[in-house]
């Protein structure tokens, strides 16, 4: 939260019965519009304004049912395998939420098995904000990882001028609740920012930092509305991040990244996303040589605590962002949007049929 903006509390059962009403306007299942609803309102609820309802519809609109591209009410297909361990699954373009949701459970299924599972998902959507996923893995004792190929290609390569690949974000979930009081959570885009940040700052009419996108013509741009691809974060560091999720797709079973979620290339070329989950069980990182005796769980709590002193209490942990975002919306009891997120919901309503929400109908707060 940016400090001294105003928030406007929304109370969370409005919100979750507009969206999953939405998703079954649009010819959504049942299981898949409560997963899309379960999933924006944990975006909104852990501050990620970047990925929360209106980007999730606005995605629907560009990738999803209003094109075909994406297929309400899909099955999804395990395919065969001869590692136990791994699991290949096609998506058959069902809702990325609820993929997710059920690949991360499967995966948690599978590290009480045999002390590591995987998922790997072709044929997928978009499943927006993966921190979401290994946050909820990490609550519930798991090591969690999550990567993903975006919808559309946005990005240039490092020393490039064309966008060839997506904003490709990686997600990890660390369950160190006992230690610091909330999961680890190491989660970003490989880009300078995530495209839906651009959205953001258009909505809210600010200027984007230099450095962090390019115009149609390839030429550096703050102004949000003129942002045609986003550079790498890192130069050559957040490139090579973001091509090890082409890697993954390219093994997976996607193609290529320059058309996908285009109508480019030949008919029947692909242009769907790929995902890859992965839980580890802790104890299957168990050692036995503990420095004093210690337990897995006091190691690490110790191994943390030395990290973080020696003058380096004031450091943020990645995920406490989240866990006050959290904390925050709990203490208010409502989800937390500004003006222009709640006229950004007009669309949805329209759609609907129903009355527009207004902002003087909610309280108001600052912070």
Not at 17 to 44: I, N, P, Q, T
Not at 124 to 140: E, F, P, R
Not at 252 to 259: A, H, K, N
Not at 335 to 355: D, K, N, Q, S, W
Request: net charge negative.
């Amino acid at each position: 939260m940016n400090a001294g903006n105003e928030y406007l509390i929304v109370p969370a059962d409005l919100h979750d019965g507009l969206v999953r009403r939405a998703y079954l306007k649009r010819g959504y299942s049942e299981d898949e519009a409560h997963d899309a609803s379960r999933f924006c309102h944990s975006a909104s609820r852990h501050g990620i304004r970047t990925h929360n309802a209106l980007k999730a519809l606005h995605l629907d609109d560009l990738f999803g049912s209003k094109i075909g591209q994406w297929v309400p009410g899909a099955e999804i297909e395990v395919l065969p395998t001869r590692f136990a361990a791994a699991e290949i699954w096609d998506g058959h373009k069902k809702l990325g939420q609820a993929v997710a949701y059920k690949a991360m459970q499967r995966c948690m299924e599978l590290a009480d098995q045999f002390g590591v599972g995987t998922v790997s998902v072709d044929n997928a959507t978009h499943y927006l904000w993966g921190g979401g996923y290994v946050i909820d893995a990490a609550l519930k004792g798991y090591i969690a990882y999550t990567n993903c190929t975006s919808a559309t290609s946005e990005v240039v390569p490092f020393g490039g001028k064309t966008p060839t690949m997506g904003t490709n974000p990686h997600s990890w979930g660390f369950p160190t609740q006992d230690a610091v009081g909330y999961p680890i959570v190491i989660d970003w885009a490989t880009s300078v920012v995530a495209m839906g940040r651009v959205q953001q700052f258009a909505r809210e009419g600010r200027e984007l930092a230099p450095g962090w996108a390019v115009d149609a013509q390839g030429q550096p741009t703050t102004d949000p509305h003129k942002a045609n691809a986003l550079l790498p974060f890192g130069a050559h560091k957040g490139y090579g991040l973001g091509l090890i999720d082409e890697i993954f797709a390219g093994l997976i079973g996607g193609y290529l990244p320059s058309i996908r979620g285009t109508s480019k290339g030949a008919a029947d070329e692909k242009r769907g996303s790929t995902f890859f989950f992965q839980c580890i069980h802790p104890e299957a990182l168990r050692g036995n040589d503990y420095a004093s005796g210690r337990s897995q769980a006091e190691n690490l709590k110790m191994c943390l605590a030395d990290i973080f002193g020696h003058g380096n209490e004031n450091c943020v942990l990645p995920g406490q962002f989240e866990a006050d975002a959290a904390k925050l919306t709990d203490l208010h009891g409502g989800l937390l949007f500004t003006r222009a997120e709640i006229e950004g919901f007009a669309h949805v309503t329209e759609e609907l049929g129903e009355t527009a929400w207004k902002a003087d109908d909610f309280k108001s707060i600052i912070l």
